[in-house]
């Protein structure tokens, strides 16, 4: 009996000694500046995108994870008390509806949980992530790129500060603002031209969508008894050449990851045609001559090879050719038994949901002035928390943009005005020359 109370008395204190650790470097790691760097709003390139799944400085893959000190910030309940949450906490644990990501200046809405202008701090009513994403330092070119000279601050951030020497440090990575890069202003001049240029898009009379109950990023539950296509004119839509191709291509890959691709010769025959295609149209040939005006491809044949590498070679996520970038973006894929990864076009969405493999619960957030929804939906028993698609674009008009900003900027945002209106295109690389995802952020 008395071996036994000893034992247990050992164990009680070995557990105290273990919790005593975790709680003096869950305060030693919450007190030092390597974890409060994610949440300082001076750290753009922390604070100011999100990371990709597996990054140290990220929640994407960690909600709810028990303290890891060997990482700079953490990602479950009680990192708001520490005040050692990572810069994306709020967006990707809590739901969007708690985080000013993508948000900022968004007006007051007395529904929304928390809010994300420019009053927020006099009414003490600021989502917790508000300094990281909308708190602008002024050494900084994020948000700024174009913008005139302003004496009032330390750094300008338009093509004269290159003569003037008086950019901020990141100039070249924010507005691509080094020897020809690309600024928003000239992206949105692109997007606009493409956007006229596109005789392929579906007019709105050609389709309809139900946009039905707006729903939390992550919801579960079927909140939308109705598809989200109503109609689709597919006699009118889907005979146009690049749809038709492109349509061609849908059945060509297997979702599941660890399962490799199989090309056939009439797989790679339908992929010639669909890159033949978009290659012959007016929107294609305005972006090479844009990018080589650039610097950034030498010629049509120069760019076609660019497209067909970043987006079409086959990769290893989980076996050696089992995933590409046009899989991923325009196809989906399935992730870990529960999840889809991708899917980000509206014709995948509407065929899939048309053939009931697809069950759309709600939207989570939409911009219709640029036809932009952010879709929560189920796939064949896998969970989509947030799948954002252009509806109605073509698709050379979607690889068009996304190609070009991966091309001039990959692995960041690219900001620029479709129609007027502030838009942004999220690409990730994967393989350092390959896409490893790519979106219209919604």
């Not at 890069?181 to 139900?210: C, K, M, Q």
């Not at 690219?414 to 994967?430: A, D, E, H, K």
Request: proline share 4%; hydrophobic share 35%.
């Amino acid at each position: 009996m008395n071996k036994i109370f000893c034992a247990g008395i050992v164990a009680v204190l070995l557990i105290m000694v273990i919790i005593g650790i975790g709680i003096g470097a869950r305060a030693y790691f919450g007190s030092t500046g390597k974890a409060s760097e994610v949440t300082n709003a001076g750290n753009t390139s922390a604070t100011k995108h999100l990371s990709t799944e597996g990054a140290d400085d990220s929640c994407v893959g960690r909600c709810d994870s028990p303290l890891d000190v060997t990482k700079p910030c953490q990602c479950n309940s009680a990192c708001e008390r520490y005040e050692d949450c990572c810069a994306d906490y709020q967006y990707t644990c809590l739901g969007a509806e708690f985080s000013c990501y993508s948000q900022c200046g968004r007006a007051y809405d007395p529904a929304d949980n928390c809010h994300c202008n420019s009053l927020c701090k006099q009414y003490d009513n600021c989502c917790e992530d508000y300094d990281a994403y909308c708190i602008i330092p002024d050494g900084t070119c994020y948000g700024r790129c174009d913008d005139p000279i302003d004496s009032n601050l330390p750094c300008q951030c338009n093509s004269a500060c290159l003569t003037n020497g008086d950019c901020c440090p990141d100039y070249s990575d924010e507005c691509g603002g080094s020897g020809g890069g690309i600024t928003p202003g000239a992206l949105s001049a692109l997007a606009d031209d493409l956007w006229a240029s596109d005789t392929s898009r579906a007019d709105p009379s050609e389709y309809t969508i139900n946009k039905q109950t707006q729903v939390a990023d992550g919801n579960t539950v079927d909140k939308s008894p109705l598809p989200l296509f109503s109609f689709v004119d597919e006699a009118a839509v889907f005979s146009r050449p690049t749809f038709a191709a492109f349509i061609n291509l849908l059945d060509n890959y297997n979702p599941n990851y660890g399962v490799d691709e199989v090309r056939t010769p009439g797989k790679e025959a339908e992929h010639v045609a669909f890159m033949d295609a978009i290659m012959a149209t007016k929107v294609m040939t305005k972006t090479v001559n844009f990018l080589a005006g650039k610097g950034y491809v030498t010629d049509a044949a120069d760019f076609r090879a660019k497209i067909e590498h970043a987006w079409f070679t086959l990769y290893d996520r989980s076996s050696p050719k089992d995933s590409s970038g046009f899989e991923h973006v325009f196809l989906g894929e399935y992730k870990g038994g529960s999840k889809v990864n991708g899917f980000h076009n509206w014709v995948q969405f509407y065929l899939k949901e048309k053939a009931g493999e697809i069950n759309y619960l709600g939207y989570v957030r939409d911009d219709e002035a640029v036809n932009n929804i952010g879709a929560n939906f189920v796939w064949n028993g896998y969970k989509k928390a947030l799948g954002g698609f252009l509806y109605g674009s073509s698709v050379e008009f979607d690889l068009a943009m996304m190609g070009t900003c991966f091309i001039t900027m990959p692995g960041k945002v690219c900001r620029f005005n479709l129609n007027g209106n502030p838009t942004s295109i999220q690409t990730y690389t994967i393989f350092t020359t390959m896409v490893g995802s790519a979106y219209f952020v919604v």
